[in-house]
């Protein structure tokens, strides 16, 4: 049973509109969340995370967006430039874990940005 | 500053053959995970370490493949005999438990093909 999915394995977007990525859970346990960002023959890094007490975190052009009662959380890129062409990840651990290294990873959505 | 440092980038070997992947953690972290990411299972966790410890190995898929950190600044992991079905990217990544808070850094990866 995945616990972490992201239903849309790709996205396509014009450059300077808004880039949605979405992301489901079904561990309730589940109190932390985090959105990866990958390149191609790099590593994911990390884009931006959120708490479950709280529903939005922004930074920049980058907007996180949780709704614990759907199990559901968003990534939002405003506005999107052809740089932002990646897999993105979603991931999701508990606090009760001992490390967020246990975070369970979604399979990721690749976005492009068309110029 | 230095990130997480893999090598191989890299790897085509034959089947039965003993294959040893490294990683060197950015220097100051205690925790290290080996992740492998595939097209069919995407990215999941196969070992972490804390403090050179290993915690829990519940991700490594058989006897075949087994992991080590003798010390705090290196870790392998070794897949012997390998197979062609374990031709993935294998990502070593690391955090510092409580200062990393639920972020932990990745290495660019070593791409393995067994053949």
């Known amino acids: 049973d995945q616990q972490v999915k992201q239903n849309s394995p790709s996205l396509s977007v014009q450059e300077g509109r808004i880039s949605i990525l979405n992301c489901d859970y079904t561990?309730?346990?589940?109190?932390?969340f985090l959105w990866y960002k990958k390149y191609p023959a790099e590593g994911p890094t990390f884009l931006i995370s959120i708490s479950s007490i709280k529903d939005k975190n922004e930074d920049g052009r980058f907007t996180v967006f949780l709704n614990k009662s759907a199990k559901h959380l968003s990534l939002h890129i405003v506005p999107s430039q052809p740089g932002d062409s990646a897999v993105y990840f979603c991931?999701?651990?508990?606090?009760?874990?001992?490390?967020?290294?246990?975070?369970?990873f979604g399979d990721g959505t690749t976005l492009t940005v068309k110029p | 500053d230095a990130g997480v440092i893999q090598s191989p980038r890299h790897e085509v070997t034959e089947m039965g053959q003993e294959v040893t992947l490294r990683c060197k953690p950015i220097s100051g972290h205690n925790s290290l995970f080996w992740y492998r990411q595939t097209m069919m299972r995407g990215l999941e966790l196969l070992i972490y370490?804390?403090?050179?410890?290993?915690?829990?190995d519940s991700g490594m898929p058989e006897d075949r493949f087994s992991a080590k950190m003798p010390n705090a600044s290196f870790s392998t992991l070794k897949i012997q005999p390998s197979e062609p079905r374990d031709s993935a990217v294998y990502f070593c990544?690391?955090?510092?438990?409580?200062?990393?808070?639920?972020?932990?850094?990745f290495g660019e990866g070593s791409w393995l093909t067994v053949v």
């Open positions: 561990n309730s346990m589940f109190d932390y």
């Open positions: 990544a690391s955090n510092h438990r409580r200062l990393s808070g639920n972020t932990i850094y």
């Open positions: 991931a999701a651990s508990a606090r009760v874990y001992t490390n967020a290294g246990k975070s369970t």
């Open positions: 370490f804390n403090n050179n410890v290993p915690i829990d």
